[in-house]
């Protein structure tokens, strides 16, 4: 007779009822590996508390009654454990002695021969195989047990990888960046300081028209404070004033001695007039810009005016 146990019975039952491990997942919400270890008979893999609730729930799912079960199960072992446990009969055989090879010198009336009995096969219970699968320890949830740690050791190593690229990345970008902006920075300081220097150069900007003893001066880019200097240089002296400046209106006689006559006009003029005795050997600067004087012809008084702007 074929030995059928319990796994067997259920999964029997299961495929006659045309239903899958998914199915009876649904029905009786018990984990997939949990029904597979039962139809392996490997009920070590389930814990204890759930065995007599996972049992009863997977009968009734394919129309099975455990407590049936239970019995039919446990009718077949009887037979095999009552033969396991009979027994063994040591039987004893007595010959008796021929007297023909018999000798004077042997007084055997009797020779006994024992036979030993041979030794029975031995045969397991049903129960003892039960709890020798029951002790054999399964290897499958461990091994799943580490391909998943494996997994999620894998997936936290690639995203901690990713990233540390990509701050890398945007390190190198910020520092480029910085780099760019201290370049601009820079070249911006050393356009601003040069800008004094190229400013204070072309700070006041006079264009001179008219000819004869009379010229007009236009000052632009002057500052509030317009100085006017006089030289004399090459003639012996001249006389020459500035009208609206601090030197007053009066004027002033320019020798070799004293051949120089520097002033500023007064805060908010707008127009000034230099008088000059002696035009030849005579230079006039505003705010250190030389007044073009070859358009004066006049070898008498000539008269510049200035439009401050």
């Not at 239903?19 to 039962?38: G, R, W």
């Not at 045969?123 to 399964?138: Q, V």
Request: charged share 20%; hydrophobic share 30%.
């Amino acid at each position: 007779m074929s030995e059928i146990n319990m796994g067997d019975l259920l999964r029997e039952a299961r495929v006659q009822k045309k239903l899958s491990l998914e199915d009876i997942e649904k029905q009786t919400k018990i984990p997939q590996h949990y029904l597979l270890a039962m139809e392996l008979d490997q009920f070590n893999i389930l814990p204890q508390e759930k065995l007599d609730p996972y049992l009863k729930d997977y009968t009734a799912a394919v129309g099975l009654n455990l407590a049936d079960l239970m019995t039919s199960m446990t009718s077949q072992q009887e037979p095999e454990e009552k033969l396991n446990t009979q027994e063994e009969k040591i039987d004893t055989v007595i010959l008796p002695k021929t007297h023909e090879f018999e000798t004077p010198e042997k007084d055997e009336s009797i020779k006994t021969l024992e036979i030993s009995p041979s030794p029975s096969p031995i045969t397991s219970t049903r129960s003892s195989r039960y709890r020798t699968k029951e002790s054999r320890p399964s290897y499958l949830p461990i091994i799943s047990l580490c391909f998943a740690t494996l997994a999620i050791l894998s997936f936290v190593f690639y995203t901690v990888w990713q990233q540390t690229k990509q701050s890398n990345q945007t390190k190198t970008s910020d520092y480029s960046v910085v780099s760019s902006t201290s370049s601009q920075v820079s070249e911006e300081s050393s356009s601003t300081s040069e800008t004094p220097t190229s400013s204070s150069e072309n700070q006041t900007t006079l264009t001179t028209t008219g000819s004869g003893d009379s010229l007009s001066v236009n000052v632009e880019n002057a500052n509030n404070d317009v100085e006017i200097s006089i030289s004399l240089a090459g003639a012996e002296s001249s006389w020459v004033s500035v009208t609206n400046s601090e030197a007053g209106d009066g004027g002033t006689l320019l020798t070799s001695n004293d051949n120089n006559l520097t002033t500023k006009l007064l805060s908010g003029t707008t127009s000034s007039v230099i008088t000059l005795g002696v035009t030849a050997g005579v230079t006039v600067t505003v705010n250190g810009q030389a007044v073009d004087l070859s358009n004066l012809a006049s070898t008498s008084v000539s008269y510049i005016t200035l439009n401050i702007k």
